[in-house]
């Protein structure tokens, strides 16, 4: 895949994002996350030698903002920006089209990636369906008890503790969603994880009642 960024892009559109104000090293990586549209996230390990580059040019100035640093453009960086404002506006073209490129490119993967889970998934149901009958035929010839009723006592257990399978895992995911969109933006390629493994998990399960 051809790089995101041209040779010296990111360090200018660096000195773009600091034009509005003082941002941390943070801020910068998820501003860049949300131009991509979630399609590139650039590591900490891309970001930061770049802004310290950029300090020791006299081009960026730091200071301290309790545990973070702050970093700022400085008037040598604006000068430096005016008079690339040509070159900037080449970057966002390019932005545009490596948005264009990395969306098409995360398609392809997704769909090759959930034809593989989707056959996963349905493999791992029939498993356990395979499974449960066993169990159940094996029960019936041990105690040559007939199948148990549709509306037992032993049926209506089995249903509660569905339930809350259901529930709890519900709520499992609810908590490790926040917790994830916490700390970075969810994703297009999360997001259609989810409804794909939910649309297949809610087949399986209704192909296992059913039969």
Do not use: C, W
């Amino acid at each position: 895949m051809p790089p995101v960024f041209a040779h010296g892009a990111l360090r200018l559109y660096l000195l773009a994002l600091l034009e509005s104000g003082p941002k941390h090293g943070y801020e910068l990586i998820k501003a860049l996350s949300d131009r991509f549209g979630g399609t590139y996230s650039p590591s900490a390990g891309t970001i930061y030698p770049r802004l310290g580059k950029l300090e020791a040019e006299g081009l960026v100035a730091t200071h301290s903002a309790g545990r973070r640093t702050n970093y700022s453009i400085t008037p040598a960086g604006l000068q430096e920006l005016n008079r690339r404002r040509d070159e900037l506006a080449g970057v966002e073209n390019d932005i545009s089209a490596s948005v264009r490129r990395l969306a098409d490119q995360l398609r392809q993967d997704i769909r090759v990636n959930m034809r593989g889970l989707r056959a996963d998934l349905a493999a791992t149901a029939e498993a356990a369906r395979t499974a449960a009958r066993a169990a159940g035929a094996a029960a019936a010839a041990t105690d040559g008890s007939p199948a148990v009723p549709r509306y037992s006592p032993e049926g209506d257990r089995r249903l509660r503790e569905a339930e809350m399978l259901v529930q709890s895992f519900r709520d499992d995911m609810r908590v490790e969603l926040r917790r994830q969109a916490g700390r970075r933006p969810v994703t297009a390629v999360t997001l259609e994880t989810v409804k794909t493994v939910l649309d297949q998990a809610r087949i399986s399960i209704r192909n296992s009642l059913e039969s």
